[in-house]
C-alpha cells in the first residue's frame, strides 16, 4: 500500500512540474510573440522596407488589409502595400498600448487598437485610432506575421 501510495504521490508531482513548466513556454511564447509584434509596430517609423520584411514570412499566403487598398495577397503585393502606404505618409508612428497576445501551438494573434500618426507629404497630420489583428506563425525561434489587419474604428453616434 505504501509503494503505490509513493507512484501516486510522484505521479501527482511528476504531473505539477509539467503543467508549471506548460506554463512558463506559454507565457515565454507570448512574450515572444508581443516583442515581435513591438518590433513590428517600430519598424513602421523607419519606413524601412528591408528591415520590416524580415518579420514576415515571404510566400503567397501571406495577407494585409489596409483601409486605403484592395486585399494585398501574396509577399510581393504585401511589401507593394507597405511601400504605398510609407509613400503616403513620409513621417509615421504606431503604438498599440495594449496588446492582446493569444497563442496556440505555433500560431499566435494580437489585437488591439492603435494610435496612428502619419504626416502626409504636404505637411498635413492625420491622427487616428484603428482595430488592429495581426496573425504570426512560429518558424524555428521567430515568430513570423502571416497577416495584418487594420481598420478604422466605427463612426460613433
Same mark, same amino acid.
Given at each position: 500500500?505504501?509503494?503505490?501510495?509513493?507512484?501516486?504521490?510522484?505521479?501527482?508531482?511528476?504531473?505539477?512540474?509539467?503543467?508549471?513548466?506548460?506554463?512558463? +513556454? #506559454?507565457?515565454? /511564447?507570448?512574450?515572444?510573440?508581443?516583442? !515581435?509584434?513591438?518590433?513590428? &509596430?517600430?519598424?513602421?517609423? =523607419?519606413?524601412?522596407?528591408?528591415?520590416?520584411?524580415?518579420?514576415?514570412?515571404?510566400?503567397?499566403?501571406?495577407?494585409?488589409?489596409?483601409?486605403?487598398?484592395?486585399? +494585398? #495577397?501574396?509577399? /510581393?503585393?504585401?511589401?507593394?502595400?507597405? !511601400?504605398?502606404?510609407?509613400? &503616403?505618409?513620409?513621417?509615421? =508612428?504606431?503604438?498599440?498600448?495594449?496588446?492582446?497576445?493569444?497563442?496556440?501551438?505555433?500560431?499566435?494573434?494580437?489585437?488591439?487598437?492603435?494610435?496612428?500618426?502619419?504626416?502626409?507629404?504636404?505637411?498635413?497630420?492625420?491622427?487616428?485610432?484603428?482595430?488592429?489583428?495581426?496573425?504570426?506563425?512560429?518558424?524555428?525561434?521567430?515568430?513570423?506575421?502571416?497577416?495584418?489587419?487594420?481598420?478604422?474604428?466605427?463612426?460613433?453616434?
Amino acid at each position: 500500500m505504501h509503494r503505490i501510495q509513493c507512484l501516486i504521490a510522484a505521479a501527482a508531482i511528476a504531473g505539477s512540474m509539467t503543467a508549471t513548466v506548460a506554463k512558463a +513556454d #506559454e507565457a515565454a /511564447d507570448v512574450e515572444a510573440v508581443r516583442q !515581435a509584434n513591438a518590433t513590428f &509596430l517600430g519598424m513602421a517609423g =523607419t519606413r524601412n522596407i528591408d528591415a520590416m520584411s524580415e518579420l514576415w514570412r515571404q510566400d503567397d499566403d501571406v495577407r494585409a488589409i489596409h483601409p486605403f487598398r484592395p486585399i +494585398d #495577397e501574396g509577399w /510581393d503585393e504585401v511589401r507593394a502595400g507597405f !511601400a504605398a502606404l510609407y509613400e &503616403l505618409f513620409p513621417e509615421m =508612428t504606431v503604438v498599440m498600448p495594449e496588446p492582446h497576445v493569444q497563442v496556440v501551438g505555433d500560431i499566435a494573434w494580437v489585437t488591439g487598437l492603435e494610435d496612428f500618426e502619419g504626416t502626409l507629404a504636404d505637411g498635413n497630420v492625420v491622427e487616428v485610432t484603428l482595430r488592429t489583428g495581426r496573425i504570426f506563425e512560429r518558424d524555428g525561434d521567430r515568430w513570423l506575421l502571416v497577416h495584418h489587419q487594420v481598420s478604422p474604428p466605427p463612426n460613433e453616434e
